[in-house]
C-alpha cells in the first residue's frame, strides 16, 4: 500500500465516525459498557469526539508532512494497548500503519469491544490492513515493541522485550497551576481536565499547585456540576473508600460528596482524590516539574508557554502529541 492510500483510509474512518447513526452508537455504546463498567455514555462519547479530533484531515497530512516516510522493509511492531480509558491505545496503531508497518497487537481486556469494533471499521473502509493487522493473545513474532502499562508491568515489559527495539511507557499523571485569578469559565474546563474519564487517564489532573491560602469554596461550588460522576457505582465505591481510609486515619482534607481534596506532595492521586500543594512563588513549582518531569503527561496552566496545556484541553490531543513525549513516529521511521 502507498501512504496515500494508508492516509485516506484514515481519513474515511474520520468520516464514518462523524455519521454514525444514533442507533449504532447506541449498541456500541452499550456493548462497551457491559465490557467495562468505567466506559459509560459520556466516556466513550468523549472518545469517539477525540478520534474524529485526531483523525482530521488536514491535521493528518500537516502532521505527516513532518517526516520524511521512505519506503523501508516492513517489520512487525509488537503493541501492548493499555485499557484504561476508551479507545487510548488507536494512536500507537494510527502510527504502525502510516508508517508502512504491520501490527501484531495484544489488546486490554478493558477496551476489548471498543478496540475490535475500530479495527473492524478500519479494515471495512481498507481491506489492504486485514493483512497489516493481527490481534493475538501473546505477542510472539515481532521486530519492535510499543508497550503502555503501569510501573510494574514496564518492569516485566523490560525484562521479555528489552532485547528489541522498544517505546516502554511507565506510569504518568497530569497537574495544573492556579495563579488564584482564574476565570469561572477557566475553572469549569479545570473541572474537565479532572474528572473526565473518572479520572482515569494519563492526561487526568490529579493534582493541583495553588497560591497560599488559596480560597477553595469558589471551585467547589463550581465543580458541583460534577458530581454525576458519583452516579457510576466504581467510582463511587472508590470515594467511599477513601473517605474511610481519610476518616480513621485523621487526614485533613476537603470533601464536596463526591470528591475529595487533601494536601499532599505526592503526584498522583487515587481516584476521587485530587492532591493540592500551596506554593509561595513559581520557583517552588519549576523545581517540582523539574523533579518529576519524567512522570508528568501534562502541564495545565493559564500561563503562556509551549510546554503548558490551556484549561480544558488535555483530554482532545492533536496528532503529533505524543505519550510520554516520545515521536512514535520518529521511532518506527527509523527501524
Not at 515493541?145 to 499523571?173: E, L, W
Not at 492556579?178 to 474546563?189: C, F, H, I, P, Q
Not at 461550588?221 to 476518616?247: G, R
Request: hydrophobic residues 40%; glycine residues 4%; proline residues 3%.
Amino acid at each position: 500500500m502507498k501512504l496515500e492510500e494508508r492516509l485516506n483510509a484514515f481519513i474515511k474512518l474520520n468520516q464514518v465516525l462523524s455519521e454514525l447513526l444514533a442507533s449504532e452508537r447506541a449498541e456500541i455504546i452499550t456493548q462497551a459498557t457491559n465490557n467495562n463498567r468505567w466506559f459509560d455514555t459520556s466516556n466513550i462519547e468523549q472518545a469517539l469526539s477525540g478520534l474524529i479530533h485526531l483523525t482530521d484531515p488536514v491535521k493528518m497530512k500537516t502532521w505527516l508532512n513532518g517526516y520524511d516516510l521512505k519506503p523501508s522493509k516492513q517489520k512487525i511492531i509488537g503493541l501492548i494497548m493499555a485499557g484504561n480509558i476508551p479507545l487510548v491505545g488507536f494512536h500507537d496503531l494510527i502510527c504502525v500503519l502510516l508508517s508502512g508497518h504491520k501490527a501484531a497487537i495484544k489488546l486490554s481486556s478493558q477496551d476489548l469491544f471498543l478496540m475490535q469494533w475500530i479495527i473492524r471499521k478500519l479494515c471495512e473502509i481498507e481491506p489492504a490492513f486485514i493483512d497489516q493487522i493481527d490481534v493475538c493473545e501473546q505477542l510472539k513474532v515481532m521486530d519492535a515493541v510499543i508497550a503502555t502499562g503501569s510501573n510494574n508491568t514496564a518492569r516485566y515489559f523490560d525484562y521479555y522485550f528489552g532485547k528489541y527495539p522498544h517505546i516502554i511507557r511507565k506510569n504518568r499523571t497530569s497537574i495544573a497551576i492556579l495563579n488564584g485569578k482564574e476565570t469561572d469559565a477557566e475553572l469549569m474546563k479545570l473541572g474537565k481536565d479532572v474528572f473526565t474519564y473518572f479520572g482515569l487517564g494519563c492526561r487526568n489532573v490529579s493534582k493541583i499547585w495553588v497560591p497560599q491560602d488559596y480560597l477553595f469554596l469558589n471551585l467547589l461550588d463550581l465543580w458541583a456540576s460534577f458530581k454525576k460522576v458519583a452516579d457510576n457505582f466504581k467510582y463511587h465505591n472508590n470515594y467511599e473508600y477513601n473517605k474511610s481510609i481519610y476518616l480513621v486515619n485523621g487526614v485533613t482534607h476537603l470533601d464536596t460528596g463526591f470528591l475529595l481534596l487533601t494536601e499532599s506532595e505526592a503526584l498522583t492521586s487515587p481516584i476521587s482524590v485530587l492532591n493540592y500543594q500551596q506554593y509561595q512563588n513559581l520557583t517552588e513549582v519549576d523545581q517540582y516539574l523539574t523533579q518529576n518531569q519524567d512522570k508528568i503527561q501534562c502541564t495545565v496552566s493559564s500561563q503562556s508557554s509551549k510546554n503548558f496545556i490551556p484549561f480544558g484541553q488535555t483530554q482532545v490531543p492533536e496528532i503529533s502529541d505524543y505519550a510520554d513525549g516520545m515521536d512514535v513516529m520518529q521511532f518506527l521511521n527509523t527501524l
